[in-house]
């Protein structure tokens, strides 16, 4: 049998989550890629949509090659957040790109988006259910 811990505090709770929080904003707009090295002091991670970076900056991601205005403006994210000494992070659509990224220096990376993802295994399962392709491992039937 465990032995009961008492449950913290409402103070002690907040002062611990207050310590353990940690305040990511997306740079997604123009507004927010100009604003970047005054935003990045105030939070711990600079996050890049680029996707929507890209629309709102009118530079954005057509069948996944990046402009090199888009490109630019990754980069002015990621040296805000080193600058300010912060993390930086980014969404990928692919192993590729997030390996791209990471060795630019970027600490978190999305490896894939929701539509990616949900795409490659719709196509992977279709081909099975069609028997274009073999499942990767044995199933229930």
């Known amino acids: 049998?465990?032995?009961?811990?008492?449950?913290?505090?409402?103070?002690?709770?907040l002062q611990q989550a207050n310590d353990?929080?940690?305040?990511?904003v997306q740079i997604e707009t123009r507004e927010a890629l100009?604003?970047?090295?005054?935003?990045?002091p105030l939070v711990d991670v600079l996050f890049v949509g680029p996707f929507d970076l890209g629309n709102n900056i009118?530079?954005?991601?057509?069948?996944?090659?990046?402009?090199?205005?888009?490109?630019?403006?990754?980069t002015k994210v990621l040296e805000a957040a080193k600058k300010a000494d912060k993390r930086a992070g980014i969404y990928c659509t692919s192993g590729?790109?997030?390996?791209?990224?990471?060795?630019?220096?970027?600490h978190m990376i999305h490896v894939a988006t929701?539509?990616?993802?949900?795409?490659?295994?719709m196509a992977d399962t279709l081909?099975?259910?069609k028997g274009e392709a073999k499942p990767a491992s044995k199933g229930s039937y």
Not at 35 to 40: R, T
């Open 58 to 74: 009118g530079h954005p991601v057509i069948d996944g090659v990046i402009q090199p205005e888009l490109d630019a403006a990754i």
């Open 127 to 129: 081909a099975i259910a």
């Open 114 to 121: 929701d539509i990616t993802a949900l795409t490659a295994v």
């Open 34 to 40: 100009e604003l970047v090295d005054e935003i990045a």
């Open 1 to 13: 049998m465990q032995a009961f811990e008492p449950q913290p505090s409402m103070t002690e709770y």
């Open 20 to 24: 353990s929080l940690i305040t990511m």
């Open 96 to 106: 590729e790109q997030a390996k791209h990224f990471a060795d630019r220096g970027f």
